[in-house]
């Protein structure tokens, strides 16, 4: 079972303390949301696997983190400054400000508004995505000289980097360099909790190659990160790859793969219930030419007469010079976050009858690993022992202690939020010196000897 809907998620988020509205108490800032103390455990632990998976356990990539403000000539060069925008259109009937890509066509072909339904809609008009923002304590809102971008995406500030990185590192092709940072960007119509915000945080790989050798490459890629999807819970029957078509394609894009998830298994059209989690494009050698200080278009002109590196690479196999065709993994925390909840959610009933939520996150995503859990909190020995026990547990894991109502309620948050293994501490335990280990996929219990605890948790972690 996964989640119906997202809003199943954003309530369960909100109650437990996952991500609740940004600036709530000024009434919000539409679509911006904040990580409670469990979303950033949970955010953290996506990119701390990430960053295991690519950085630690391959041989072929390393880490950085540049600035997410740059100089602006990177968007000039990039094309970001006159093609990073989306078209937009406004409803003539409801005022509605909407993205035109993503609307419904009638019979005719004329867009449909997806706020009232009506056609009557303006022409499209590019809509640039960047923030824009002024750098230095005198300039003027206007003053085109201070004019700069908050980064739409991580990846230019690698791509002015190729150099500096193979220089110091002394790598051979293929290679790639891994970035996990913030990025911006000004959507015309944000929405559905954390999937589409405008301020976000991807996860980018850009993956160094030789031309002829990209093909293969990017299939392996694609493969790759379809098996670390699935590794991080989420199940194979809601992940579904989509290859772009040539009109959908970026202006750099020889070929574009999406991994879909299906955020919006409610919809009753099987086509729309999926949405992109990341892509995976082949940018040929279009971003090392351009912001190289060498090429030069049919007139013989330089096509960047403001960069002072050339970066192309020099192959000392074959004795040639060229720039390196460039495969990019593209993920976002967020869309992840959201993916990895709406599959993990599930529900039980008890003998009761009463319905409980159980998120059958993978240990490794869990936000808390172990609760330790006092049967009796008016017993000060009981209390003290279990104290002990989740401080031994501290170093190795995420644990928590808590008391703050009866056993089954207890159980149930714990439930609700994710942790694999609930810890309680009773009577019977100040004789005997163990405790009762309750899993969270089964309810069954097993007694287990604190001086046995922390290898038997971590075994199971
Ligand atoms: P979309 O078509 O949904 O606007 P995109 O194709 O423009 O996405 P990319 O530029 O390929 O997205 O960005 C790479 C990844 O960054 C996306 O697959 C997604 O996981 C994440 N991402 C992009 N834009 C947003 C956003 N506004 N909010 C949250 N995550 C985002």
């Not at 093609?83 to 066509?105: E, G, H």
């Not at 980097?161 to 590192?169: A, E, G, I, P, Q």
């Not at 010079?321 to 993916?339: C, D, H, K, M, Q």
Request: charged fraction near 30%; glycine fraction near 6%; aromatic fraction near 10%.
């Amino acid at each position: 079972m996964s989640a119906p809907n997202i809003e199943t998620i954003v309530s369960l988020s909100k109650r437990r303390g996952f991500v609740y509205p940004a600036s709530d108490i000024y009434g919000g800032l539409g679509s911006s949301w904040d990580y409670g103390p469990l979303g950033v455990e949970l955010a953290n632990n996506i990119k701390k696997s990430w960053w295991n998976w690519s950085v630690y356990e391959r041989d072929d990539i390393e880490g950085l983190d540049s600035s997410i403000i740059l100089n602006r000539n990177v968007w000039k060069y990039s094309g970001h400054e006159t093609t990073f925008s989306d078209p937009l259109v406004d409803c003539r009937d409801c005022k509605a400000r909407l993205r035109q890509d993503k609307l419904d066509q009638d019979a005719s072909g004329k867009f449909i508004c997806s706020n009232c339904g009506s056609t009557n809609l303006t022409e499209p008009r590019p809509f640039n995505l960047m923030f824009r923002t002024t750098i230095g304590a005198v300039s003027a809102d206007d003053d085109p000289s201070a004019l700069a971008y908050l980064r739409p995406e991580t990846a230019q500030g690698i791509f002015i980097n190729f150099k500096n990185v193979l220089d110091t590192s002394r790598r051979k092709l293929p290679f790639g360099i891994a970035q996990i940072g913030k990025a911006f960007r000004n959507e015309v119509t944000p929405g559905n909790f954390i999937f589409r915000t405008r301020e976000f945080e991807q996860m980018e790989i850009e993956y160094f190659v030789r031309p002829e050798e990209v093909q293969q490459l990017h299939q392996e890629w694609l493969d790759a990160y379809v098996a670390w999807i699935k590794a991080l819970g989420i199940s194979e029957e809601n992940l579904k790859l989509y290859e772009q078509s040539a009109q959908e394609l970026a202006h750099y894009s020889e070929r574009t793969v999406d991994i879909l998830y299906r955020y919006f298994p409610e919809r009753s059209d099987e086509e729309k219930q999926w949405d992109e989690l990341m892509g995976i494009a082949n940018r040929t050698d279009y971003d090392l030419r351009v912001h190289s200080k060498k090429p030069e278009d049919a007139e013989g002109k330089r096509i960047n007469p403001d960069s002072t590196e050339d970066l192309s690479y020099f192959d000392p196999q074959t004795n040639e010079r060229f720039y390196p065709y460039i495969i990019e993994p593209s993920i976002g925390v967020n869309r992840t976050l959201l993916a990895i909840m709406m599959d993990a959610y599930s529900e039980r009933t008890t003998d009761k009858g009463e319905t409980r939520v159980i998120l059958k996150l993978t240990p490794e995503m869990a936000p808390i690993k172990a609760a330790v859990l006092p049967l009796a909190k008016n017993k000060p020995e009981i209390v003290e022992m279990a104290k002990r026990v989740k401080k031994d547990l501290q170093p190795s894991m995420r644990a928590v202690y808590d008391d703050t109502g009866g056993i089954g309620k207890l159980y149930a948050r714990q439930d609700e939020i994710g942790t694999p293994f609930c810890v309680t501490v009773d009577h019977e335990s100040l004789e005997d010196n163990a405790v009762t280990v309750r899993h969270r996929d089964t309810w069954e219990q097993e007694r287990v000897s604190t001086d046995q605890l922390r290898t038997y948790l971590t075994d199971r972690l």
